[in-house]
Every structure is written in C-alpha cells, then in structure tokens.
C-alpha cells in the first residue's frame, strides 16, 4: 500500500517501534502503518506501537478536549452577550451569520501563535482607515462598526479563558496550547516521537517539532520526491524547513523516493458536466481486472461527485472501500428534511400545493406511501386547490389513511417552539427506520439524520437559542454539510475511492482522479475571513498562495509511485464552473520527464451515453400496429401536425401514449384561457342555433355572459383564485375579450343575416383511396359553422397570435406543405373544410377568428393561385386530399424512422 511507510518502518527494530509514539496525518495514514506493520512482522508476536493522527497528539499535549464549531458559537455568543450592551446586541441569528468567519480567524491566530493583542491592535487601525473614522463627524454606523474591532480582544481573551477553565477548546486554541506547554508534555512523556508524512505545518506544529527535535525526541520523514524537493512547489514548505530548522544544519533533509522521474502513462480526459465525469470512470474502470482494481485509487478532487460515481461504478468492481464518507447533505433524506424546514420557516396560514406535493411526492415519502400520496395529489388537481387549509388537508389525509395523516401532521402542523418540531423530525426518523429496515443504506443516512437532530436539540436545550426556523435551518445545513455517513468496507480490498486528503502517506499502481480543474484543485483565491490580505502577509499568516502550495503538494506527491494515472476534468461553464483544466495538469506538462508519456483524450466520445438516445427511432412492426389503429379509430388534425413539428414528439404522444402530466395551475394558462372562451361562447350561443341572431339577441347576451363565463372559469380554473392578483387580471382579459367578441357580432347581425348551423360539432369522414392501405377517420372538433348571408363559413376560435400570412398558401409553398410547422394553421383549416365537404356549397370559406386581433373579424384561408376567389372549391380540397394521403403513407412508411427535428 505504500513504499514510504514499509522504508519507515525499516529504519527501527522491533524494540525501538515499541518504545516509540508515531504522529501521522489522519488516522487513516496510522491504520495504513499499522497494516505495513503487520505484514512485514515476522512470525513472533509483537506489540503495536502508540500510533496517533496530528489531532490526537495535539490533544494529548493540550491535555484538551476539541469542540465543533456549533459549540464554539453558542460559547462566543455567550461571551459577545456578556460584553456588549443590552441595547447594542444583535440576535442570535445575526450573530451565527458573521460569527463562523471570526471563529475561523481565531483558529488560524492560534494556529500560527499570532501575538493576539498587537494584531487586533493593528487590525483595528486598518479598519479606522478604511472607513474613514478620523473624520470630525462620524455616523451612527460608522460608531458601531469601530465599536465592534475594538472589542474583538475582549471577545477572544474571555472565550480563551472560558473554554480552557471547562478544559475545552476549538482546534486552533488546542494548537497554541499544546505549544505553550510542549516542554511540560515531553517531561512528563519521555516517549520517542516519530512524525511521519506531515508536510504544510503551522507554527504550531513548527515549533512543537522543533523543540521535540532539538532535544533528541524525535525523529522527523518527509513524503516527497527528490525531483519535487528540489525546485518544485510541492516542495515548498520542506525547503524552508530545510534552510530554517536547526536539525538540518549538520544535515540534509531527505527526500523519500526518486520514483516521480520513473516511466508513467498519463492520460487527460475532457468531459462536460458531473455526470459526464462519473460515467467516464466507470468506463475506464470496467477495463480494469480484480488485480488491477485492488491496487488503483479513485481520487474525487470534488467530493461532491461521490454518489453520481457510486451510480456509475460498472459490475466489475466487487469491492470498493470510500474512505471518505458521504455527506449528509448529498443523501436522499436532505432534501426531504430541507423541503419541511422551507415550509415551516414561512408563516403559514394555508399550505401552498406545491409545497405539499413537493414533500408527498419526494422519493423518501412516496415509497412507503404511493397510493395515499396519488389519491391526495388526484383529489387536489380535481379541484385545482392552490392553497389548503391545515386542517382541510388533515381531513383529507384521514380519510386516506389514519398512518398518512398522523405523518402528514408531524410535517405540516404548527409548532410553538423548535425543540417540539425537531423531535417530531426524531419521530419521522423512526418511522422510516421501520419501514426501511431491509435497506442497510437507508438506515445509514437515518442514523445520521437522527444523530444531526439530537445534537440541535441537546445544544438547543441548554441554550435556548435557536428560536426560529431561519435559524434552525442554517444550523441544520452547517451540520449536515460537515456530517458523514461512513460507509463499511475494507481499507485494503478492492478499489479505494477517496479524498485527495485521505491520500496522505499512501501510494498506489495506478490512480483516476476526477474534478481535475482550475477553482476545484487548487481551490484558487478564496477570502472567508475578517483578516485583509496584506495584514495575512505581514504576520505570516497562510494566504491562497500557500495553500495553492498545499494542494499542489498533495497532488504531485500522490504522482511518485504510480505507473498509470488518469486525470478527467470538466469542460461544462455553466454556473460557477470555469471549465478549465487545473494548473497542476499543465504543470505536469511542462515539467515532465523523459519518460513520462501523456495523451490527450476527450471523454465526451466515450460518454455517448448522454446523448438523447431517442433522437431517431426506427419504426418496429408493433408500432405500425398501433399507428394504424389509431387511423381506423380516427386522427385529428392536431396530431398531424404534431406530426409535421417533430415526429419524435408524434412517436412519444400517440404511439407511446406519452401525456403530458396534469398539475394543478397557481394562474390561468393559455389552455384554461382558451377553454373558458369557448365553452362560455358555446353556452351563450347554443339556444339560438338554427335562427338568425338578431340584435335583440346579441344585446340581451351582453347583459348576462359575464355570469356564463365565472361559471367556466370556476369548471375550468378555481372560482376563490380568480378574485385577486394576476388572475383576477388574467379573468378581465377573458371578460374584455369576450365582450369585445360580441360587440363585433352585434355590428355584423344588425346589417346581415347571421345563422348558427352547429357550434363545438364533433365532425368524422374516412379518406379512401387506392394509395392508402386501410380506410382512416378524420376526426375533428368544429368550433363553429355558420351562414352569413349568402356564405357558409367554416370558423375556428383562436385566443393567440395569428396572421394573414400564417393563412395564405401560394404554388411555391404547396411543396412543404406537410413539412414545415409554418403551415400548421392552414393545414387544420383545410382538414375542418374536408370534414365538412358534404355541407360545402358553391360560397364556402374557412377561416380564424383570434381574440388577440378582433378588429380583423374572420382571417380567411386564401389560395394564391385563384385570386380574388375566396371559396373553397373541390380543385383545392382534391389537392389538399392528395398531401394528406402522402403524409399518411410517410407516416405508415415502415423504413422513414421518427428522427427529431430543431424545435
């Protein structure tokens, strides 16, 4: 597993390991020692040696106990109460918002043995300066900003003081602790110290070292190559050592291997997105063997890519050891938990249809309740209920399921405090735990839910200080997001699939590292913190500069030992994303040696997968067996032109029987506004058929359609949404529309002769001919047939955009005619005109009333071959007939595949 510590390990006998306490990185790097240990032991039994990671030794020397940075907060808060005025003090929520940067700066002032007070003194200044508070007059917020720098060292002295008398401390004050008193810990343990694999060390660890070092105590193996330690940056901080450390002046330091220079196989893959990479890994992974596997390294530069790679790892790979733990907030359960805390963070009177929906419907909830959750979701879209009382939605729910409801209230009822609402949460937790008890995964992440919740409440009871759900939210995503779920494997089977921190000391035969980008490996230049950047530089406090060091130590050092690397980065600039190679890839370029071998590949041509596999589909018997079938039963004009637009929408809607889901509408779509104008001019109309209109009729009409049309707005929409907001705006429109409409029918009727033959009419023919293989049924719905004076007019009732030219077919368009979208609408004018060609006479037209342009009245189907003939006659129908039969045979055509077409 790692040459390294095998040639640490031979530098002791068997007594001197024993005698000697060995500090690593991580834990992980002590179990891999311990391992080397076992397998190089001979057959005599042995002791295992003390064997601690760099936080357990610091602990050890502080003789201090870590706390999070939760607990860290409520502390800081507790002393920022103490010292600031009643009257000036910010709410807890406020305070949690900045306090985490000003722990995080605390952290590092101790880390490096910052001399606290001269800097806060000089930090102040600065932030005089900046703000211009030498100025005669200063404003109120001016006053409160200089008030807050100047009572920072009060803030820190006083949190110190308190931590250290409750024996506690957050990591950075466990630090300069354990350097204070490293002469006091060494005398009491006078143990051989052996620190193995460290590398960017803090002032701290520098000076705890160093001590240790100079007074015989211990021993000092650095994990870098000679090529790096020379002139590369990885090598940067083991230089200064070298020229800065008393140890090294009678001494070199040395490197641990040349192996960086020796033969490797570089291969650089370009992939867009996340799940380009994952999918391209499991790719180069399912060519490995079981030998192969147990020796390679998966590498997640972002760890954020774990759960897409654990989807794509191909059935080659029987074990797999994550050493790295998955996040809580990458699992299934966080965003159920999330969804309950958005909802209950608003003041909620009535419950939003999304938001219920959103929660019965999640993948969590759903699968222990998919009947219950249909009948909710079926019941709300029947009514098209927008927004449900608390108890309407409980008396719902109970008469689905007492178990469905008693669930639905723990999510949705009113909670007085957050402790009652977290441990409802708890009770949620158990029930799952119940109904998943056959999922090992599952329970995984439920313990890990339930070990988040605990922790809030058992914090929450003793400081009484997480009073909102805002609050609890921010929390709960700080936690979840430094929360892991540790998955059981074999540290030393099968593949290992890590962090670049969990790599530390290790070393394989092979290595695939994902996320391999410019902002991701190195991070790049981010500021979290109060501390300017001169002011970092001027105290030798880390800035990106180093840290870009730190990252590019572990990625090189990670290069010396294996034969064979993969590195795969994204390509993708959407969002954040820069979609650039990281620096270290171009790096390793220019300073490659001789026999290192590096081929550019670009991914996307193995991940074909992604691609919409569904782009063109070839037509299989049992298709044209239900294509014809829906010919005989009858075929409307929309699903020709359907057709027409994008046969694959054709294939997915009428072969597949692919609808689009039903859901309920927050405002008045394009289909209800239609559908409310047509019934209500249906409703308004149907008693005058067969009569001419007269304007006594229209007149009287006028008067009462507005009650017709609530009516269709209550069928169609939802009565109560209609009397506020961009509904009620959405109503004035139908309403102004409508009564525009008849307006025009009164001026039309009061110097013509206007009857209605048939309104909303369900029309059917077949088209026989010897071109087609079976008889097919036109179908159609005709909004209207009507005769003005001496012409019998075809009309269809449009409430969006149409135009003349939309209507107009010349000899030069016939060719796409049933091709090109364009001609959709006067397509399905032709197709209402072949449905009515027994009642045509020698005056016939067709044509389109749209309620966006009234003033227009009827928009006519026009011929451009037969000006000023407007009518319909058997010549053009013929014509049209014979593009039909065409598209039916394409249509029916066994070897024209469904190819999509640009939308």
């Known amino acids: 597993m790692s040459q390294f510590l095998d040639d640490v390990i031979k530098q002791f006998d ?139 060292p009060g803030y820190y002295q006083t949190l110190r003081h308190q931590l250290l008398e409750q024996k506690k401390a957050y990591q950075g004050l466990a630090y300069r602790v ?28 520098i000076k705890i070292i160093r001590y240790l070092t100079e007074n015989k105590q211990a021993q000092v193996f650095w994990d870098i190559d000679c090529y790096l330690l020379k002139a590369h940056k990885a090598g940067e901080f083991m230089r200064s050592y070298a020229r800065t450390w008393p140890l090294y002046r009678d001494q070199s330091l040395k490197a641990s291997t040349d192996n960086f220079s020796q033969a490797k ?17 499991g790719q180069i992974l399912a060519q490995l063997s079981e030998k192969k596997l147990k020796k390679t390294a ?68 759903k699968t222990l309740y998919f009947e219950q959750q249909k009948k909710l979701q079926n019941y709300l879209l029947k009514a098209n209920q ?5 108890e309407n939605l409980f008396v719902i729910a109970q008469s689905i399921s007492q178990d469905f409801e008693k669930h639905l209230r723990l999510v949705f009822q009113t909670y007085n405090d957050v402790n009652t609402f977290l441990k409802s949460m708890l009770e949620l937790t158990y029930f799952f735990e119940k109904s998943y008890a056959d999922d090992d995964v599952r329970l995984l992440y439920l313990r890990g839910f339930q070990k988040v919740f605990t922790k809030i409440i058992t914090y929450n009871e003793t400081t009484e200080l997480i009073t909102t759900f805002k609050t609890l939210k921010q929390i709960y995503k700080d936690i979840l997001s430094q929360q892991t779920v540790d998955f059981i494997g074999d540290a030393y089977d099968g593949l290992q699939i890590m962090g670049m921190l969990e790599t530390r000391v290790l070393s394989f035969e092979r290595v695939i590292m994902t996320s391999v980008n410019e902002g991701v490996l190195p991070l790049g230049k981010t500021q979290n913190s109060y501390i300017p950047f001169d002011l970092k530089k001027q105290y030798n406090l880390p800035t990106y500069t180093e840290k870009d060091n730190v990252y590019a130590y572990h990625f090189f050092r990670l290069l010396q030992n294996p034969k064979e690397a993969h590195f795969v980065y994204n390509t993708d600039t959407e969002g954040m994303s820069k979609g650039e190679e990281s620096r270290f890839l171009k790096q390793l370029e220019y300073f490659k040696r001789p026999q290192h ?136 429109i139908a309403k102004q529309q409508t009564k525009r409409f008849l307006e025009q029918e009164l001026k039309i009727v009061e110097k013509n002769e206007l009857i209605l033959k048939s309104l909303e009419a369900h029309k059917e023919v077949y088209l026989e001919d010897d071109q087609l293989d079976l008889k097919v049924k036109l179908i159609g719905e005709i909004d209207r047939v009507d005769t003005l004076n001496d012409e019998l007019r075809i009309v269809d009732y449009k409430t969006g955009n149409v135009e003349q030219r939309q209507l107009t077919l010349g000899e030069d368009n016939w060719e796409d005619f049933t091709s090109d979208e364009k001609y959709s609408k006067a397509f399905q004018l032709l197709f209402y005109a072949l449905l009515c060609e027994e009642e045509l006479t020698e005056k016939s037209l067709v044509g389109i009333i749209t309620f966006k342009s009234l ?21 053009l129908l013929e014509r049209f007939k014979g593009k039909l039969i065409a598209l039916i045979n394409e249509i029916l055509d066994p070897y024209e595949a469904f190819e999509e077409k640009e939308v």
């Open 14 to 152: 068997v007594n001197q390991l024993q005698e000697s306490c060995f500090v690593f990185p991580s834990r992980r790097s002590a179990n891999a020692f311990k391992r080397q240990m076992t397998q190089n032991a001979s057959e005599e039994a042995f002791i295992f040696p003390e064997m601690l990671s760099v936080e357990e030794f610091i602990a050890q020397a502080s003789g201090l106990n870590y706390i999070d940075s939760l607990e860290t907060v409520f502390q800081l808060y507790d002393v920022y109460r103490g010292q600031t005025p009643k009257d000036e003090q910010e709410s807890f929520e406020t305070f949690y918002n900045w306090s985490q940067t000003l722990i995080q700066d605390f952290n590092e002032l101790d880390r490096y043995l910052i001399d606290t007070a001269q800097f806060f003194n000089h930090l102040k200044d600065i932030k005089d300066v900046e703000h211009w508070s030498k100025a005669t007059q200063k404003t109120q917020m001016v006053q409160n900003y200089l008030k807050f720098w100047e009572a920072l």
């Open 178 to 205: 354990a350097a204070e008193q490293i002469e006091t810990f060494a005398n009491k343990k006078p143990t051989k110290f052996v620190f193995v694999g460290l590398n960017a060390l803090n002032s701290a660890e």
């Open 265 to 281: 196989d570089l291969f650089y893959y370009d992939v867009s997105k996340q799940i380009g990479q994952a999918k391209l890994v």
């Open 298 to 365: 998966l590498v997640l530069g972002d760890e954020n890519l774990l759960q897409p790679i654990l989807n794509a790892l191909p059935d080659n790979v029987k074990k797999a050891n994550i050493t790295m733990g998955l996040a809580l907030s990458q699992t299934s359960f966080a965003s159920f938990f999330e969804h309950i805390l958005d909802w209950q963070k608003g003041e909620n009177h009535e419950i939003y249809h999304q938001d219920i929906i959103r929660i019965v419907s999640h993948p969590m909830f």
């Open 386 to 390: 927008i927004y449900v009382s608390k």
């Open 597 to 732: 071998k590096i081929q550019h590949l670009t991914g996307a041509a193995d991940a074909t997968v992604l691609k919409d596999e569904l782009s063109k589909v070839e037509k299989t018997p049992e298709m044209l067996a239900i294509i014809k079938k829906r010919f005989e039963k009858g075929i409307s004009a929309s699903a020709l032109t359907t057709y027409i637009r994008n046969p694959l929408d054709f294939y997915k809607r009428y072969v597949l029987s692919i609808r689009e889901v039903e859901e309920i509408e927050d405002t008045v779509s394009y289909r209800v506004h239609g559908n409310v104008i047509h019934k209500t001019i249906e409703n308004i109309y149907k008693q005058y058929l067969n009569e001419i209109l007269s304007p006594q009729h229209l007149e009287r009409i006028l008067e009462t359609y507005e009650i017709e049309l609530q009516t269709q707005f209550a069928n169609e929409f939802n009565a109560e949404a209609i009397q506020s907001g961009i509904n009620l705006l959405n109503y004035q």
């Open 855 to 875: 003033n227009a009245g009827l928009m006519e189907f026009k011929d451009k071959n037969k000006p000023p003939n407007r009518y319909i006659d058997t010549a």
